[in-house]
């Protein structure tokens, strides 16, 4: 079945330090692989996602890359803030009309200024 | 903007009682999603549905039924409260063309006890 790997519970950071969320993901159909950001006290939000077609997904200085090959979806910034502190989680959509999302078990960004 | 809200925000229960969560959404959205949030597991769907009338079981949705009586109001209700259901519950909402972009509400703590 579909499923989505984030090994990392928790990453602590210096501001201006590179960011880099690991995820993997397995299923059998064509996937749209997101991400989700949840700041503290709120509920999660879309931050971006990727589909085959484009195989990059770009937004607020973030980016993630959709590589078959190694069903990877890797979450990356190059320059963090204190403000982006939050719990980052990975996402499968599974291509059903409801759309019915299959979520990682998040990764929670510590930016220290 | 889209417009998600829950009550309560905070509840303490019984084990053994009743508890309904309550979400209304203001995006004339068609589809909704009712989630819990654990730590180490992510978000975990329970219920759903696409239109008024409708419910369909997600991935975990012992212990809990679901009620859409209007496009705007879905409703998780706990029959028989257990420990094992305290939790975050969060609640969302989609159209039904963008299915990965789903929009959350601030979430229910709820504690069983």
């Known amino acids: 079945g579909d499923s989505v790997t984030q090994k990392q519970g928790q990453v602590t950071l210096s501001e201006d330090d590179f960011l880099f969320i690991n995820c993997t993901y397995s299923?059998?159909?064509?996937?749209?692989l997101l991400w989700y950001v949840q700041y503290l006290g709120q509920g999660p939000q879309l931050l971006l996602k990727?589909?085959?077609?484009?195989n990059k997904g770009i937004s607020r200085g973030f980016e993630a890359t959709y590589d078959k090959g190694t069903t990877s979806f890797h979450l990356q910034k190059a320059s963090v803030q204190e403000s982006d502190s939050a719990v980052y989680f990975c996402?499968?959509?599974?291509?059903?009309?409801?759309?019915?999302?299959?979520f990682g078990a998040g990764t929670q960004l510590i930016v220290i200024p | 903007e889209a417009a998600v809200t829950q009550s309560p925000r905070n509840k303490v229960a019984v084990t053994g009682g009743k508890v309904t969560l309550s979400c209304n959404q203001t995006?004339?959205?068609?589809?909704m999603y009712w989630y819990r949030q654990d730590t180490g597991h992510g978000l975990r769907l329970i219920h759903y549905?696409?239109?008024?009338?409708?419910?369909e079981k997600g991935d975990i949705p012992d212990g809990y039924k679901a009620s859409r009586p209007s496009q705007e109001n879905f409703s998780l209700i706990l029959e028989l409260a257990t420990p094992s259901q305290t939790s975050v519950y969060f609640c969302?909402?989609?159209?039904?063309?963008?299915?990965?972009?789903?929009?959350f509400g601030p979430g229910t703590r709820l504690l069983v006890l």
């Open positions: 969302a909402s989609g159209e039904q063309g963008a299915r990965d972009t789903q929009y």
């Open positions: 299923t059998t159909t064509y996937p749209t």
């Open positions: 990727v589909t085959t077609a484009n």
């Open positions: 996402a499968l959509e599974r291509g059903s009309a409801l759309g019915r999302l299959h």
């Open positions: 995006n004339n959205h068609n589809n």
């Open positions: 549905s696409y239109g008024a009338g409708s419910t």
